[in-house]
């Protein structure tokens, strides 16, 4: 009876202790690591429209611009959706949340792998599959996105075989972006650049799944939007910088939305190509590097290659 009776009292104290280290320590982590901010999805700039522009060098735009994407061309054949009027708010701007999403769970036989040769090379190989499951590409009739988007391309096996430098430089002039990879994310998938072959904002525009992707028209499955499912399945970001998400074709990285101390980064905080130099983790070490990164407003990844391509 007087055992049970302390034993009682022993774990009232026990349980008291505890509470006590825990709600202690949690509130220091709150001071150290305040909740990361929560980006606003209803209102987009449509990339196309100024400020957010959609340059093209041969159509007359010789220099890339701040918050905008400098492209080469455009394919002559271009094909795509083009209309956005059900998530087009009164002001002009977009809402990610009302945009339907391709549905499906289709899981894929992804190769992929980065290695340093130790020559000061990072070789990327794969076949283009992602790690994660897609959307049923093509889109499905009767579904809500086949009615905005047609997409009629399955995802195939594409190689890469790329050769970058493992500490790029950056280059006496930007250059344009051309379409098709311009780089590849960590999943073993494409990154695309923010247009369409339109030339129209593709993530505001085009019919992606829940990781923010689609195909097209050569059967590559590839990147528009930072989506949350795509950043939380690379990394889920607690505090501080975001990962590393990929690596652009000219070597340099691209993380997600998330700068230093733990910033919710927008275009209008990065430079002309969408990057910024600071210290980050590169390669298992903190080194002063011109990196890109991924953020909710277009151009969403690059503007302009600021290495060499
Ligand atoms: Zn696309
Ligand atoms: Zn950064």
């Known amino acids: 009876m007087v055992?049970?009776?302390?034993?009682?009292?022993?774990s009232a104290f026990l349980l008291i202790y505890l509470f006590t280290i825990s709600s202690c320590s949690k509130s220091e982590e709150d001071d150290k690591n305040p909740t990361?901010?929560?980006?606003?999805?209803t209102h987009l700039p449509f990339g196309g429209n100024a400020p957010t522009n959609i340059l093209i060098?041969?159509?007359?735009?010789?220099?890339?611009d701040f918050l905008s994407l400098w492209l080469c061309g455009l394919p002559s054949n271009g094909a795509g959706a083009d209309d956005a009027d059900d998530w087009t708010n009164a002001d002009g701007t977009w809402d990610y949340t009302r945009k339907p999403q391709v549905e499906g769970n289709v899981t894929w036989n992804h190769e992929f792998e980065i290695n340093l040769?130790?020559?000061?090379?990072?070789?990327?190989?794969?076949?283009?599959?992602?790690d994660h499951p897609t959307g049923i590409f093509p889109i499905q009739m009767g579904t809500t996105a086949w009615n905005y988007d047609k997409n009629p391309n399955i995802i195939s096996e594409q190689v890469i075989n790329l050769?970058?430098?493992?500490?790029?430089?950056?280059?006496a002039q930007p250059s344009c972006v051309g379409f098709g990879p311009a780089g590849f994310s960590v999943t073993g998938a494409a990154i695309y650049h923010g247009a369409s072959t339109l030339g129209t904002d593709a993530a505001a525009h085009e019919m992606l799944d829940r990781f923010g992707g689609h195909t097209d028209g050569t059967e590559r499955y590839?990147?528009?939007f930072p989506a949350q499912d795509l950043q939380d399945h690379i990394h889920p970001h607690e505090h501080g910088h975001s990962a590393l998400m990929g690596y652009m074709i000219d070597g340099f990285g691209i993380y997600g939305p998330y700068g230093e101390n733990g910033k919710l980064l927008k275009s209008a905080d990065?430079?002309?190509?969408?990057?910024?130099?600071h210290p980050v983790l590169w390669d298992g070490q903190?080194?002063?590097l011109y990196h890109y990164h991924w953020t909710y407003d277009f151009p969403y990844n690059i503007g302009c290659y600021k290495g060499t391509p």
């Open 3 to 10: 055992l049970e009776k302390n034993a009682k009292v022993i």
């Open 36 to 41: 990361p901010e929560t980006p606003d999805l």
């Open 57 to 64: 060098r041969n159509q007359g735009n010789p220099n890339p």
């Open 117 to 130: 040769d130790g020559n000061g090379n990072r070789i990327i190989t794969g076949n283009n599959l992602p």
């Open 163 to 171: 050769t970058l430098p493992a500490i790029p430089e950056v280059a």
């Open 222 to 224: 590839h990147y528009h």
């Open 270 to 277: 990065l430079d002309e190509c969408h990057g910024h130099t």
């Open 286 to 288: 903190m080194i002063n």
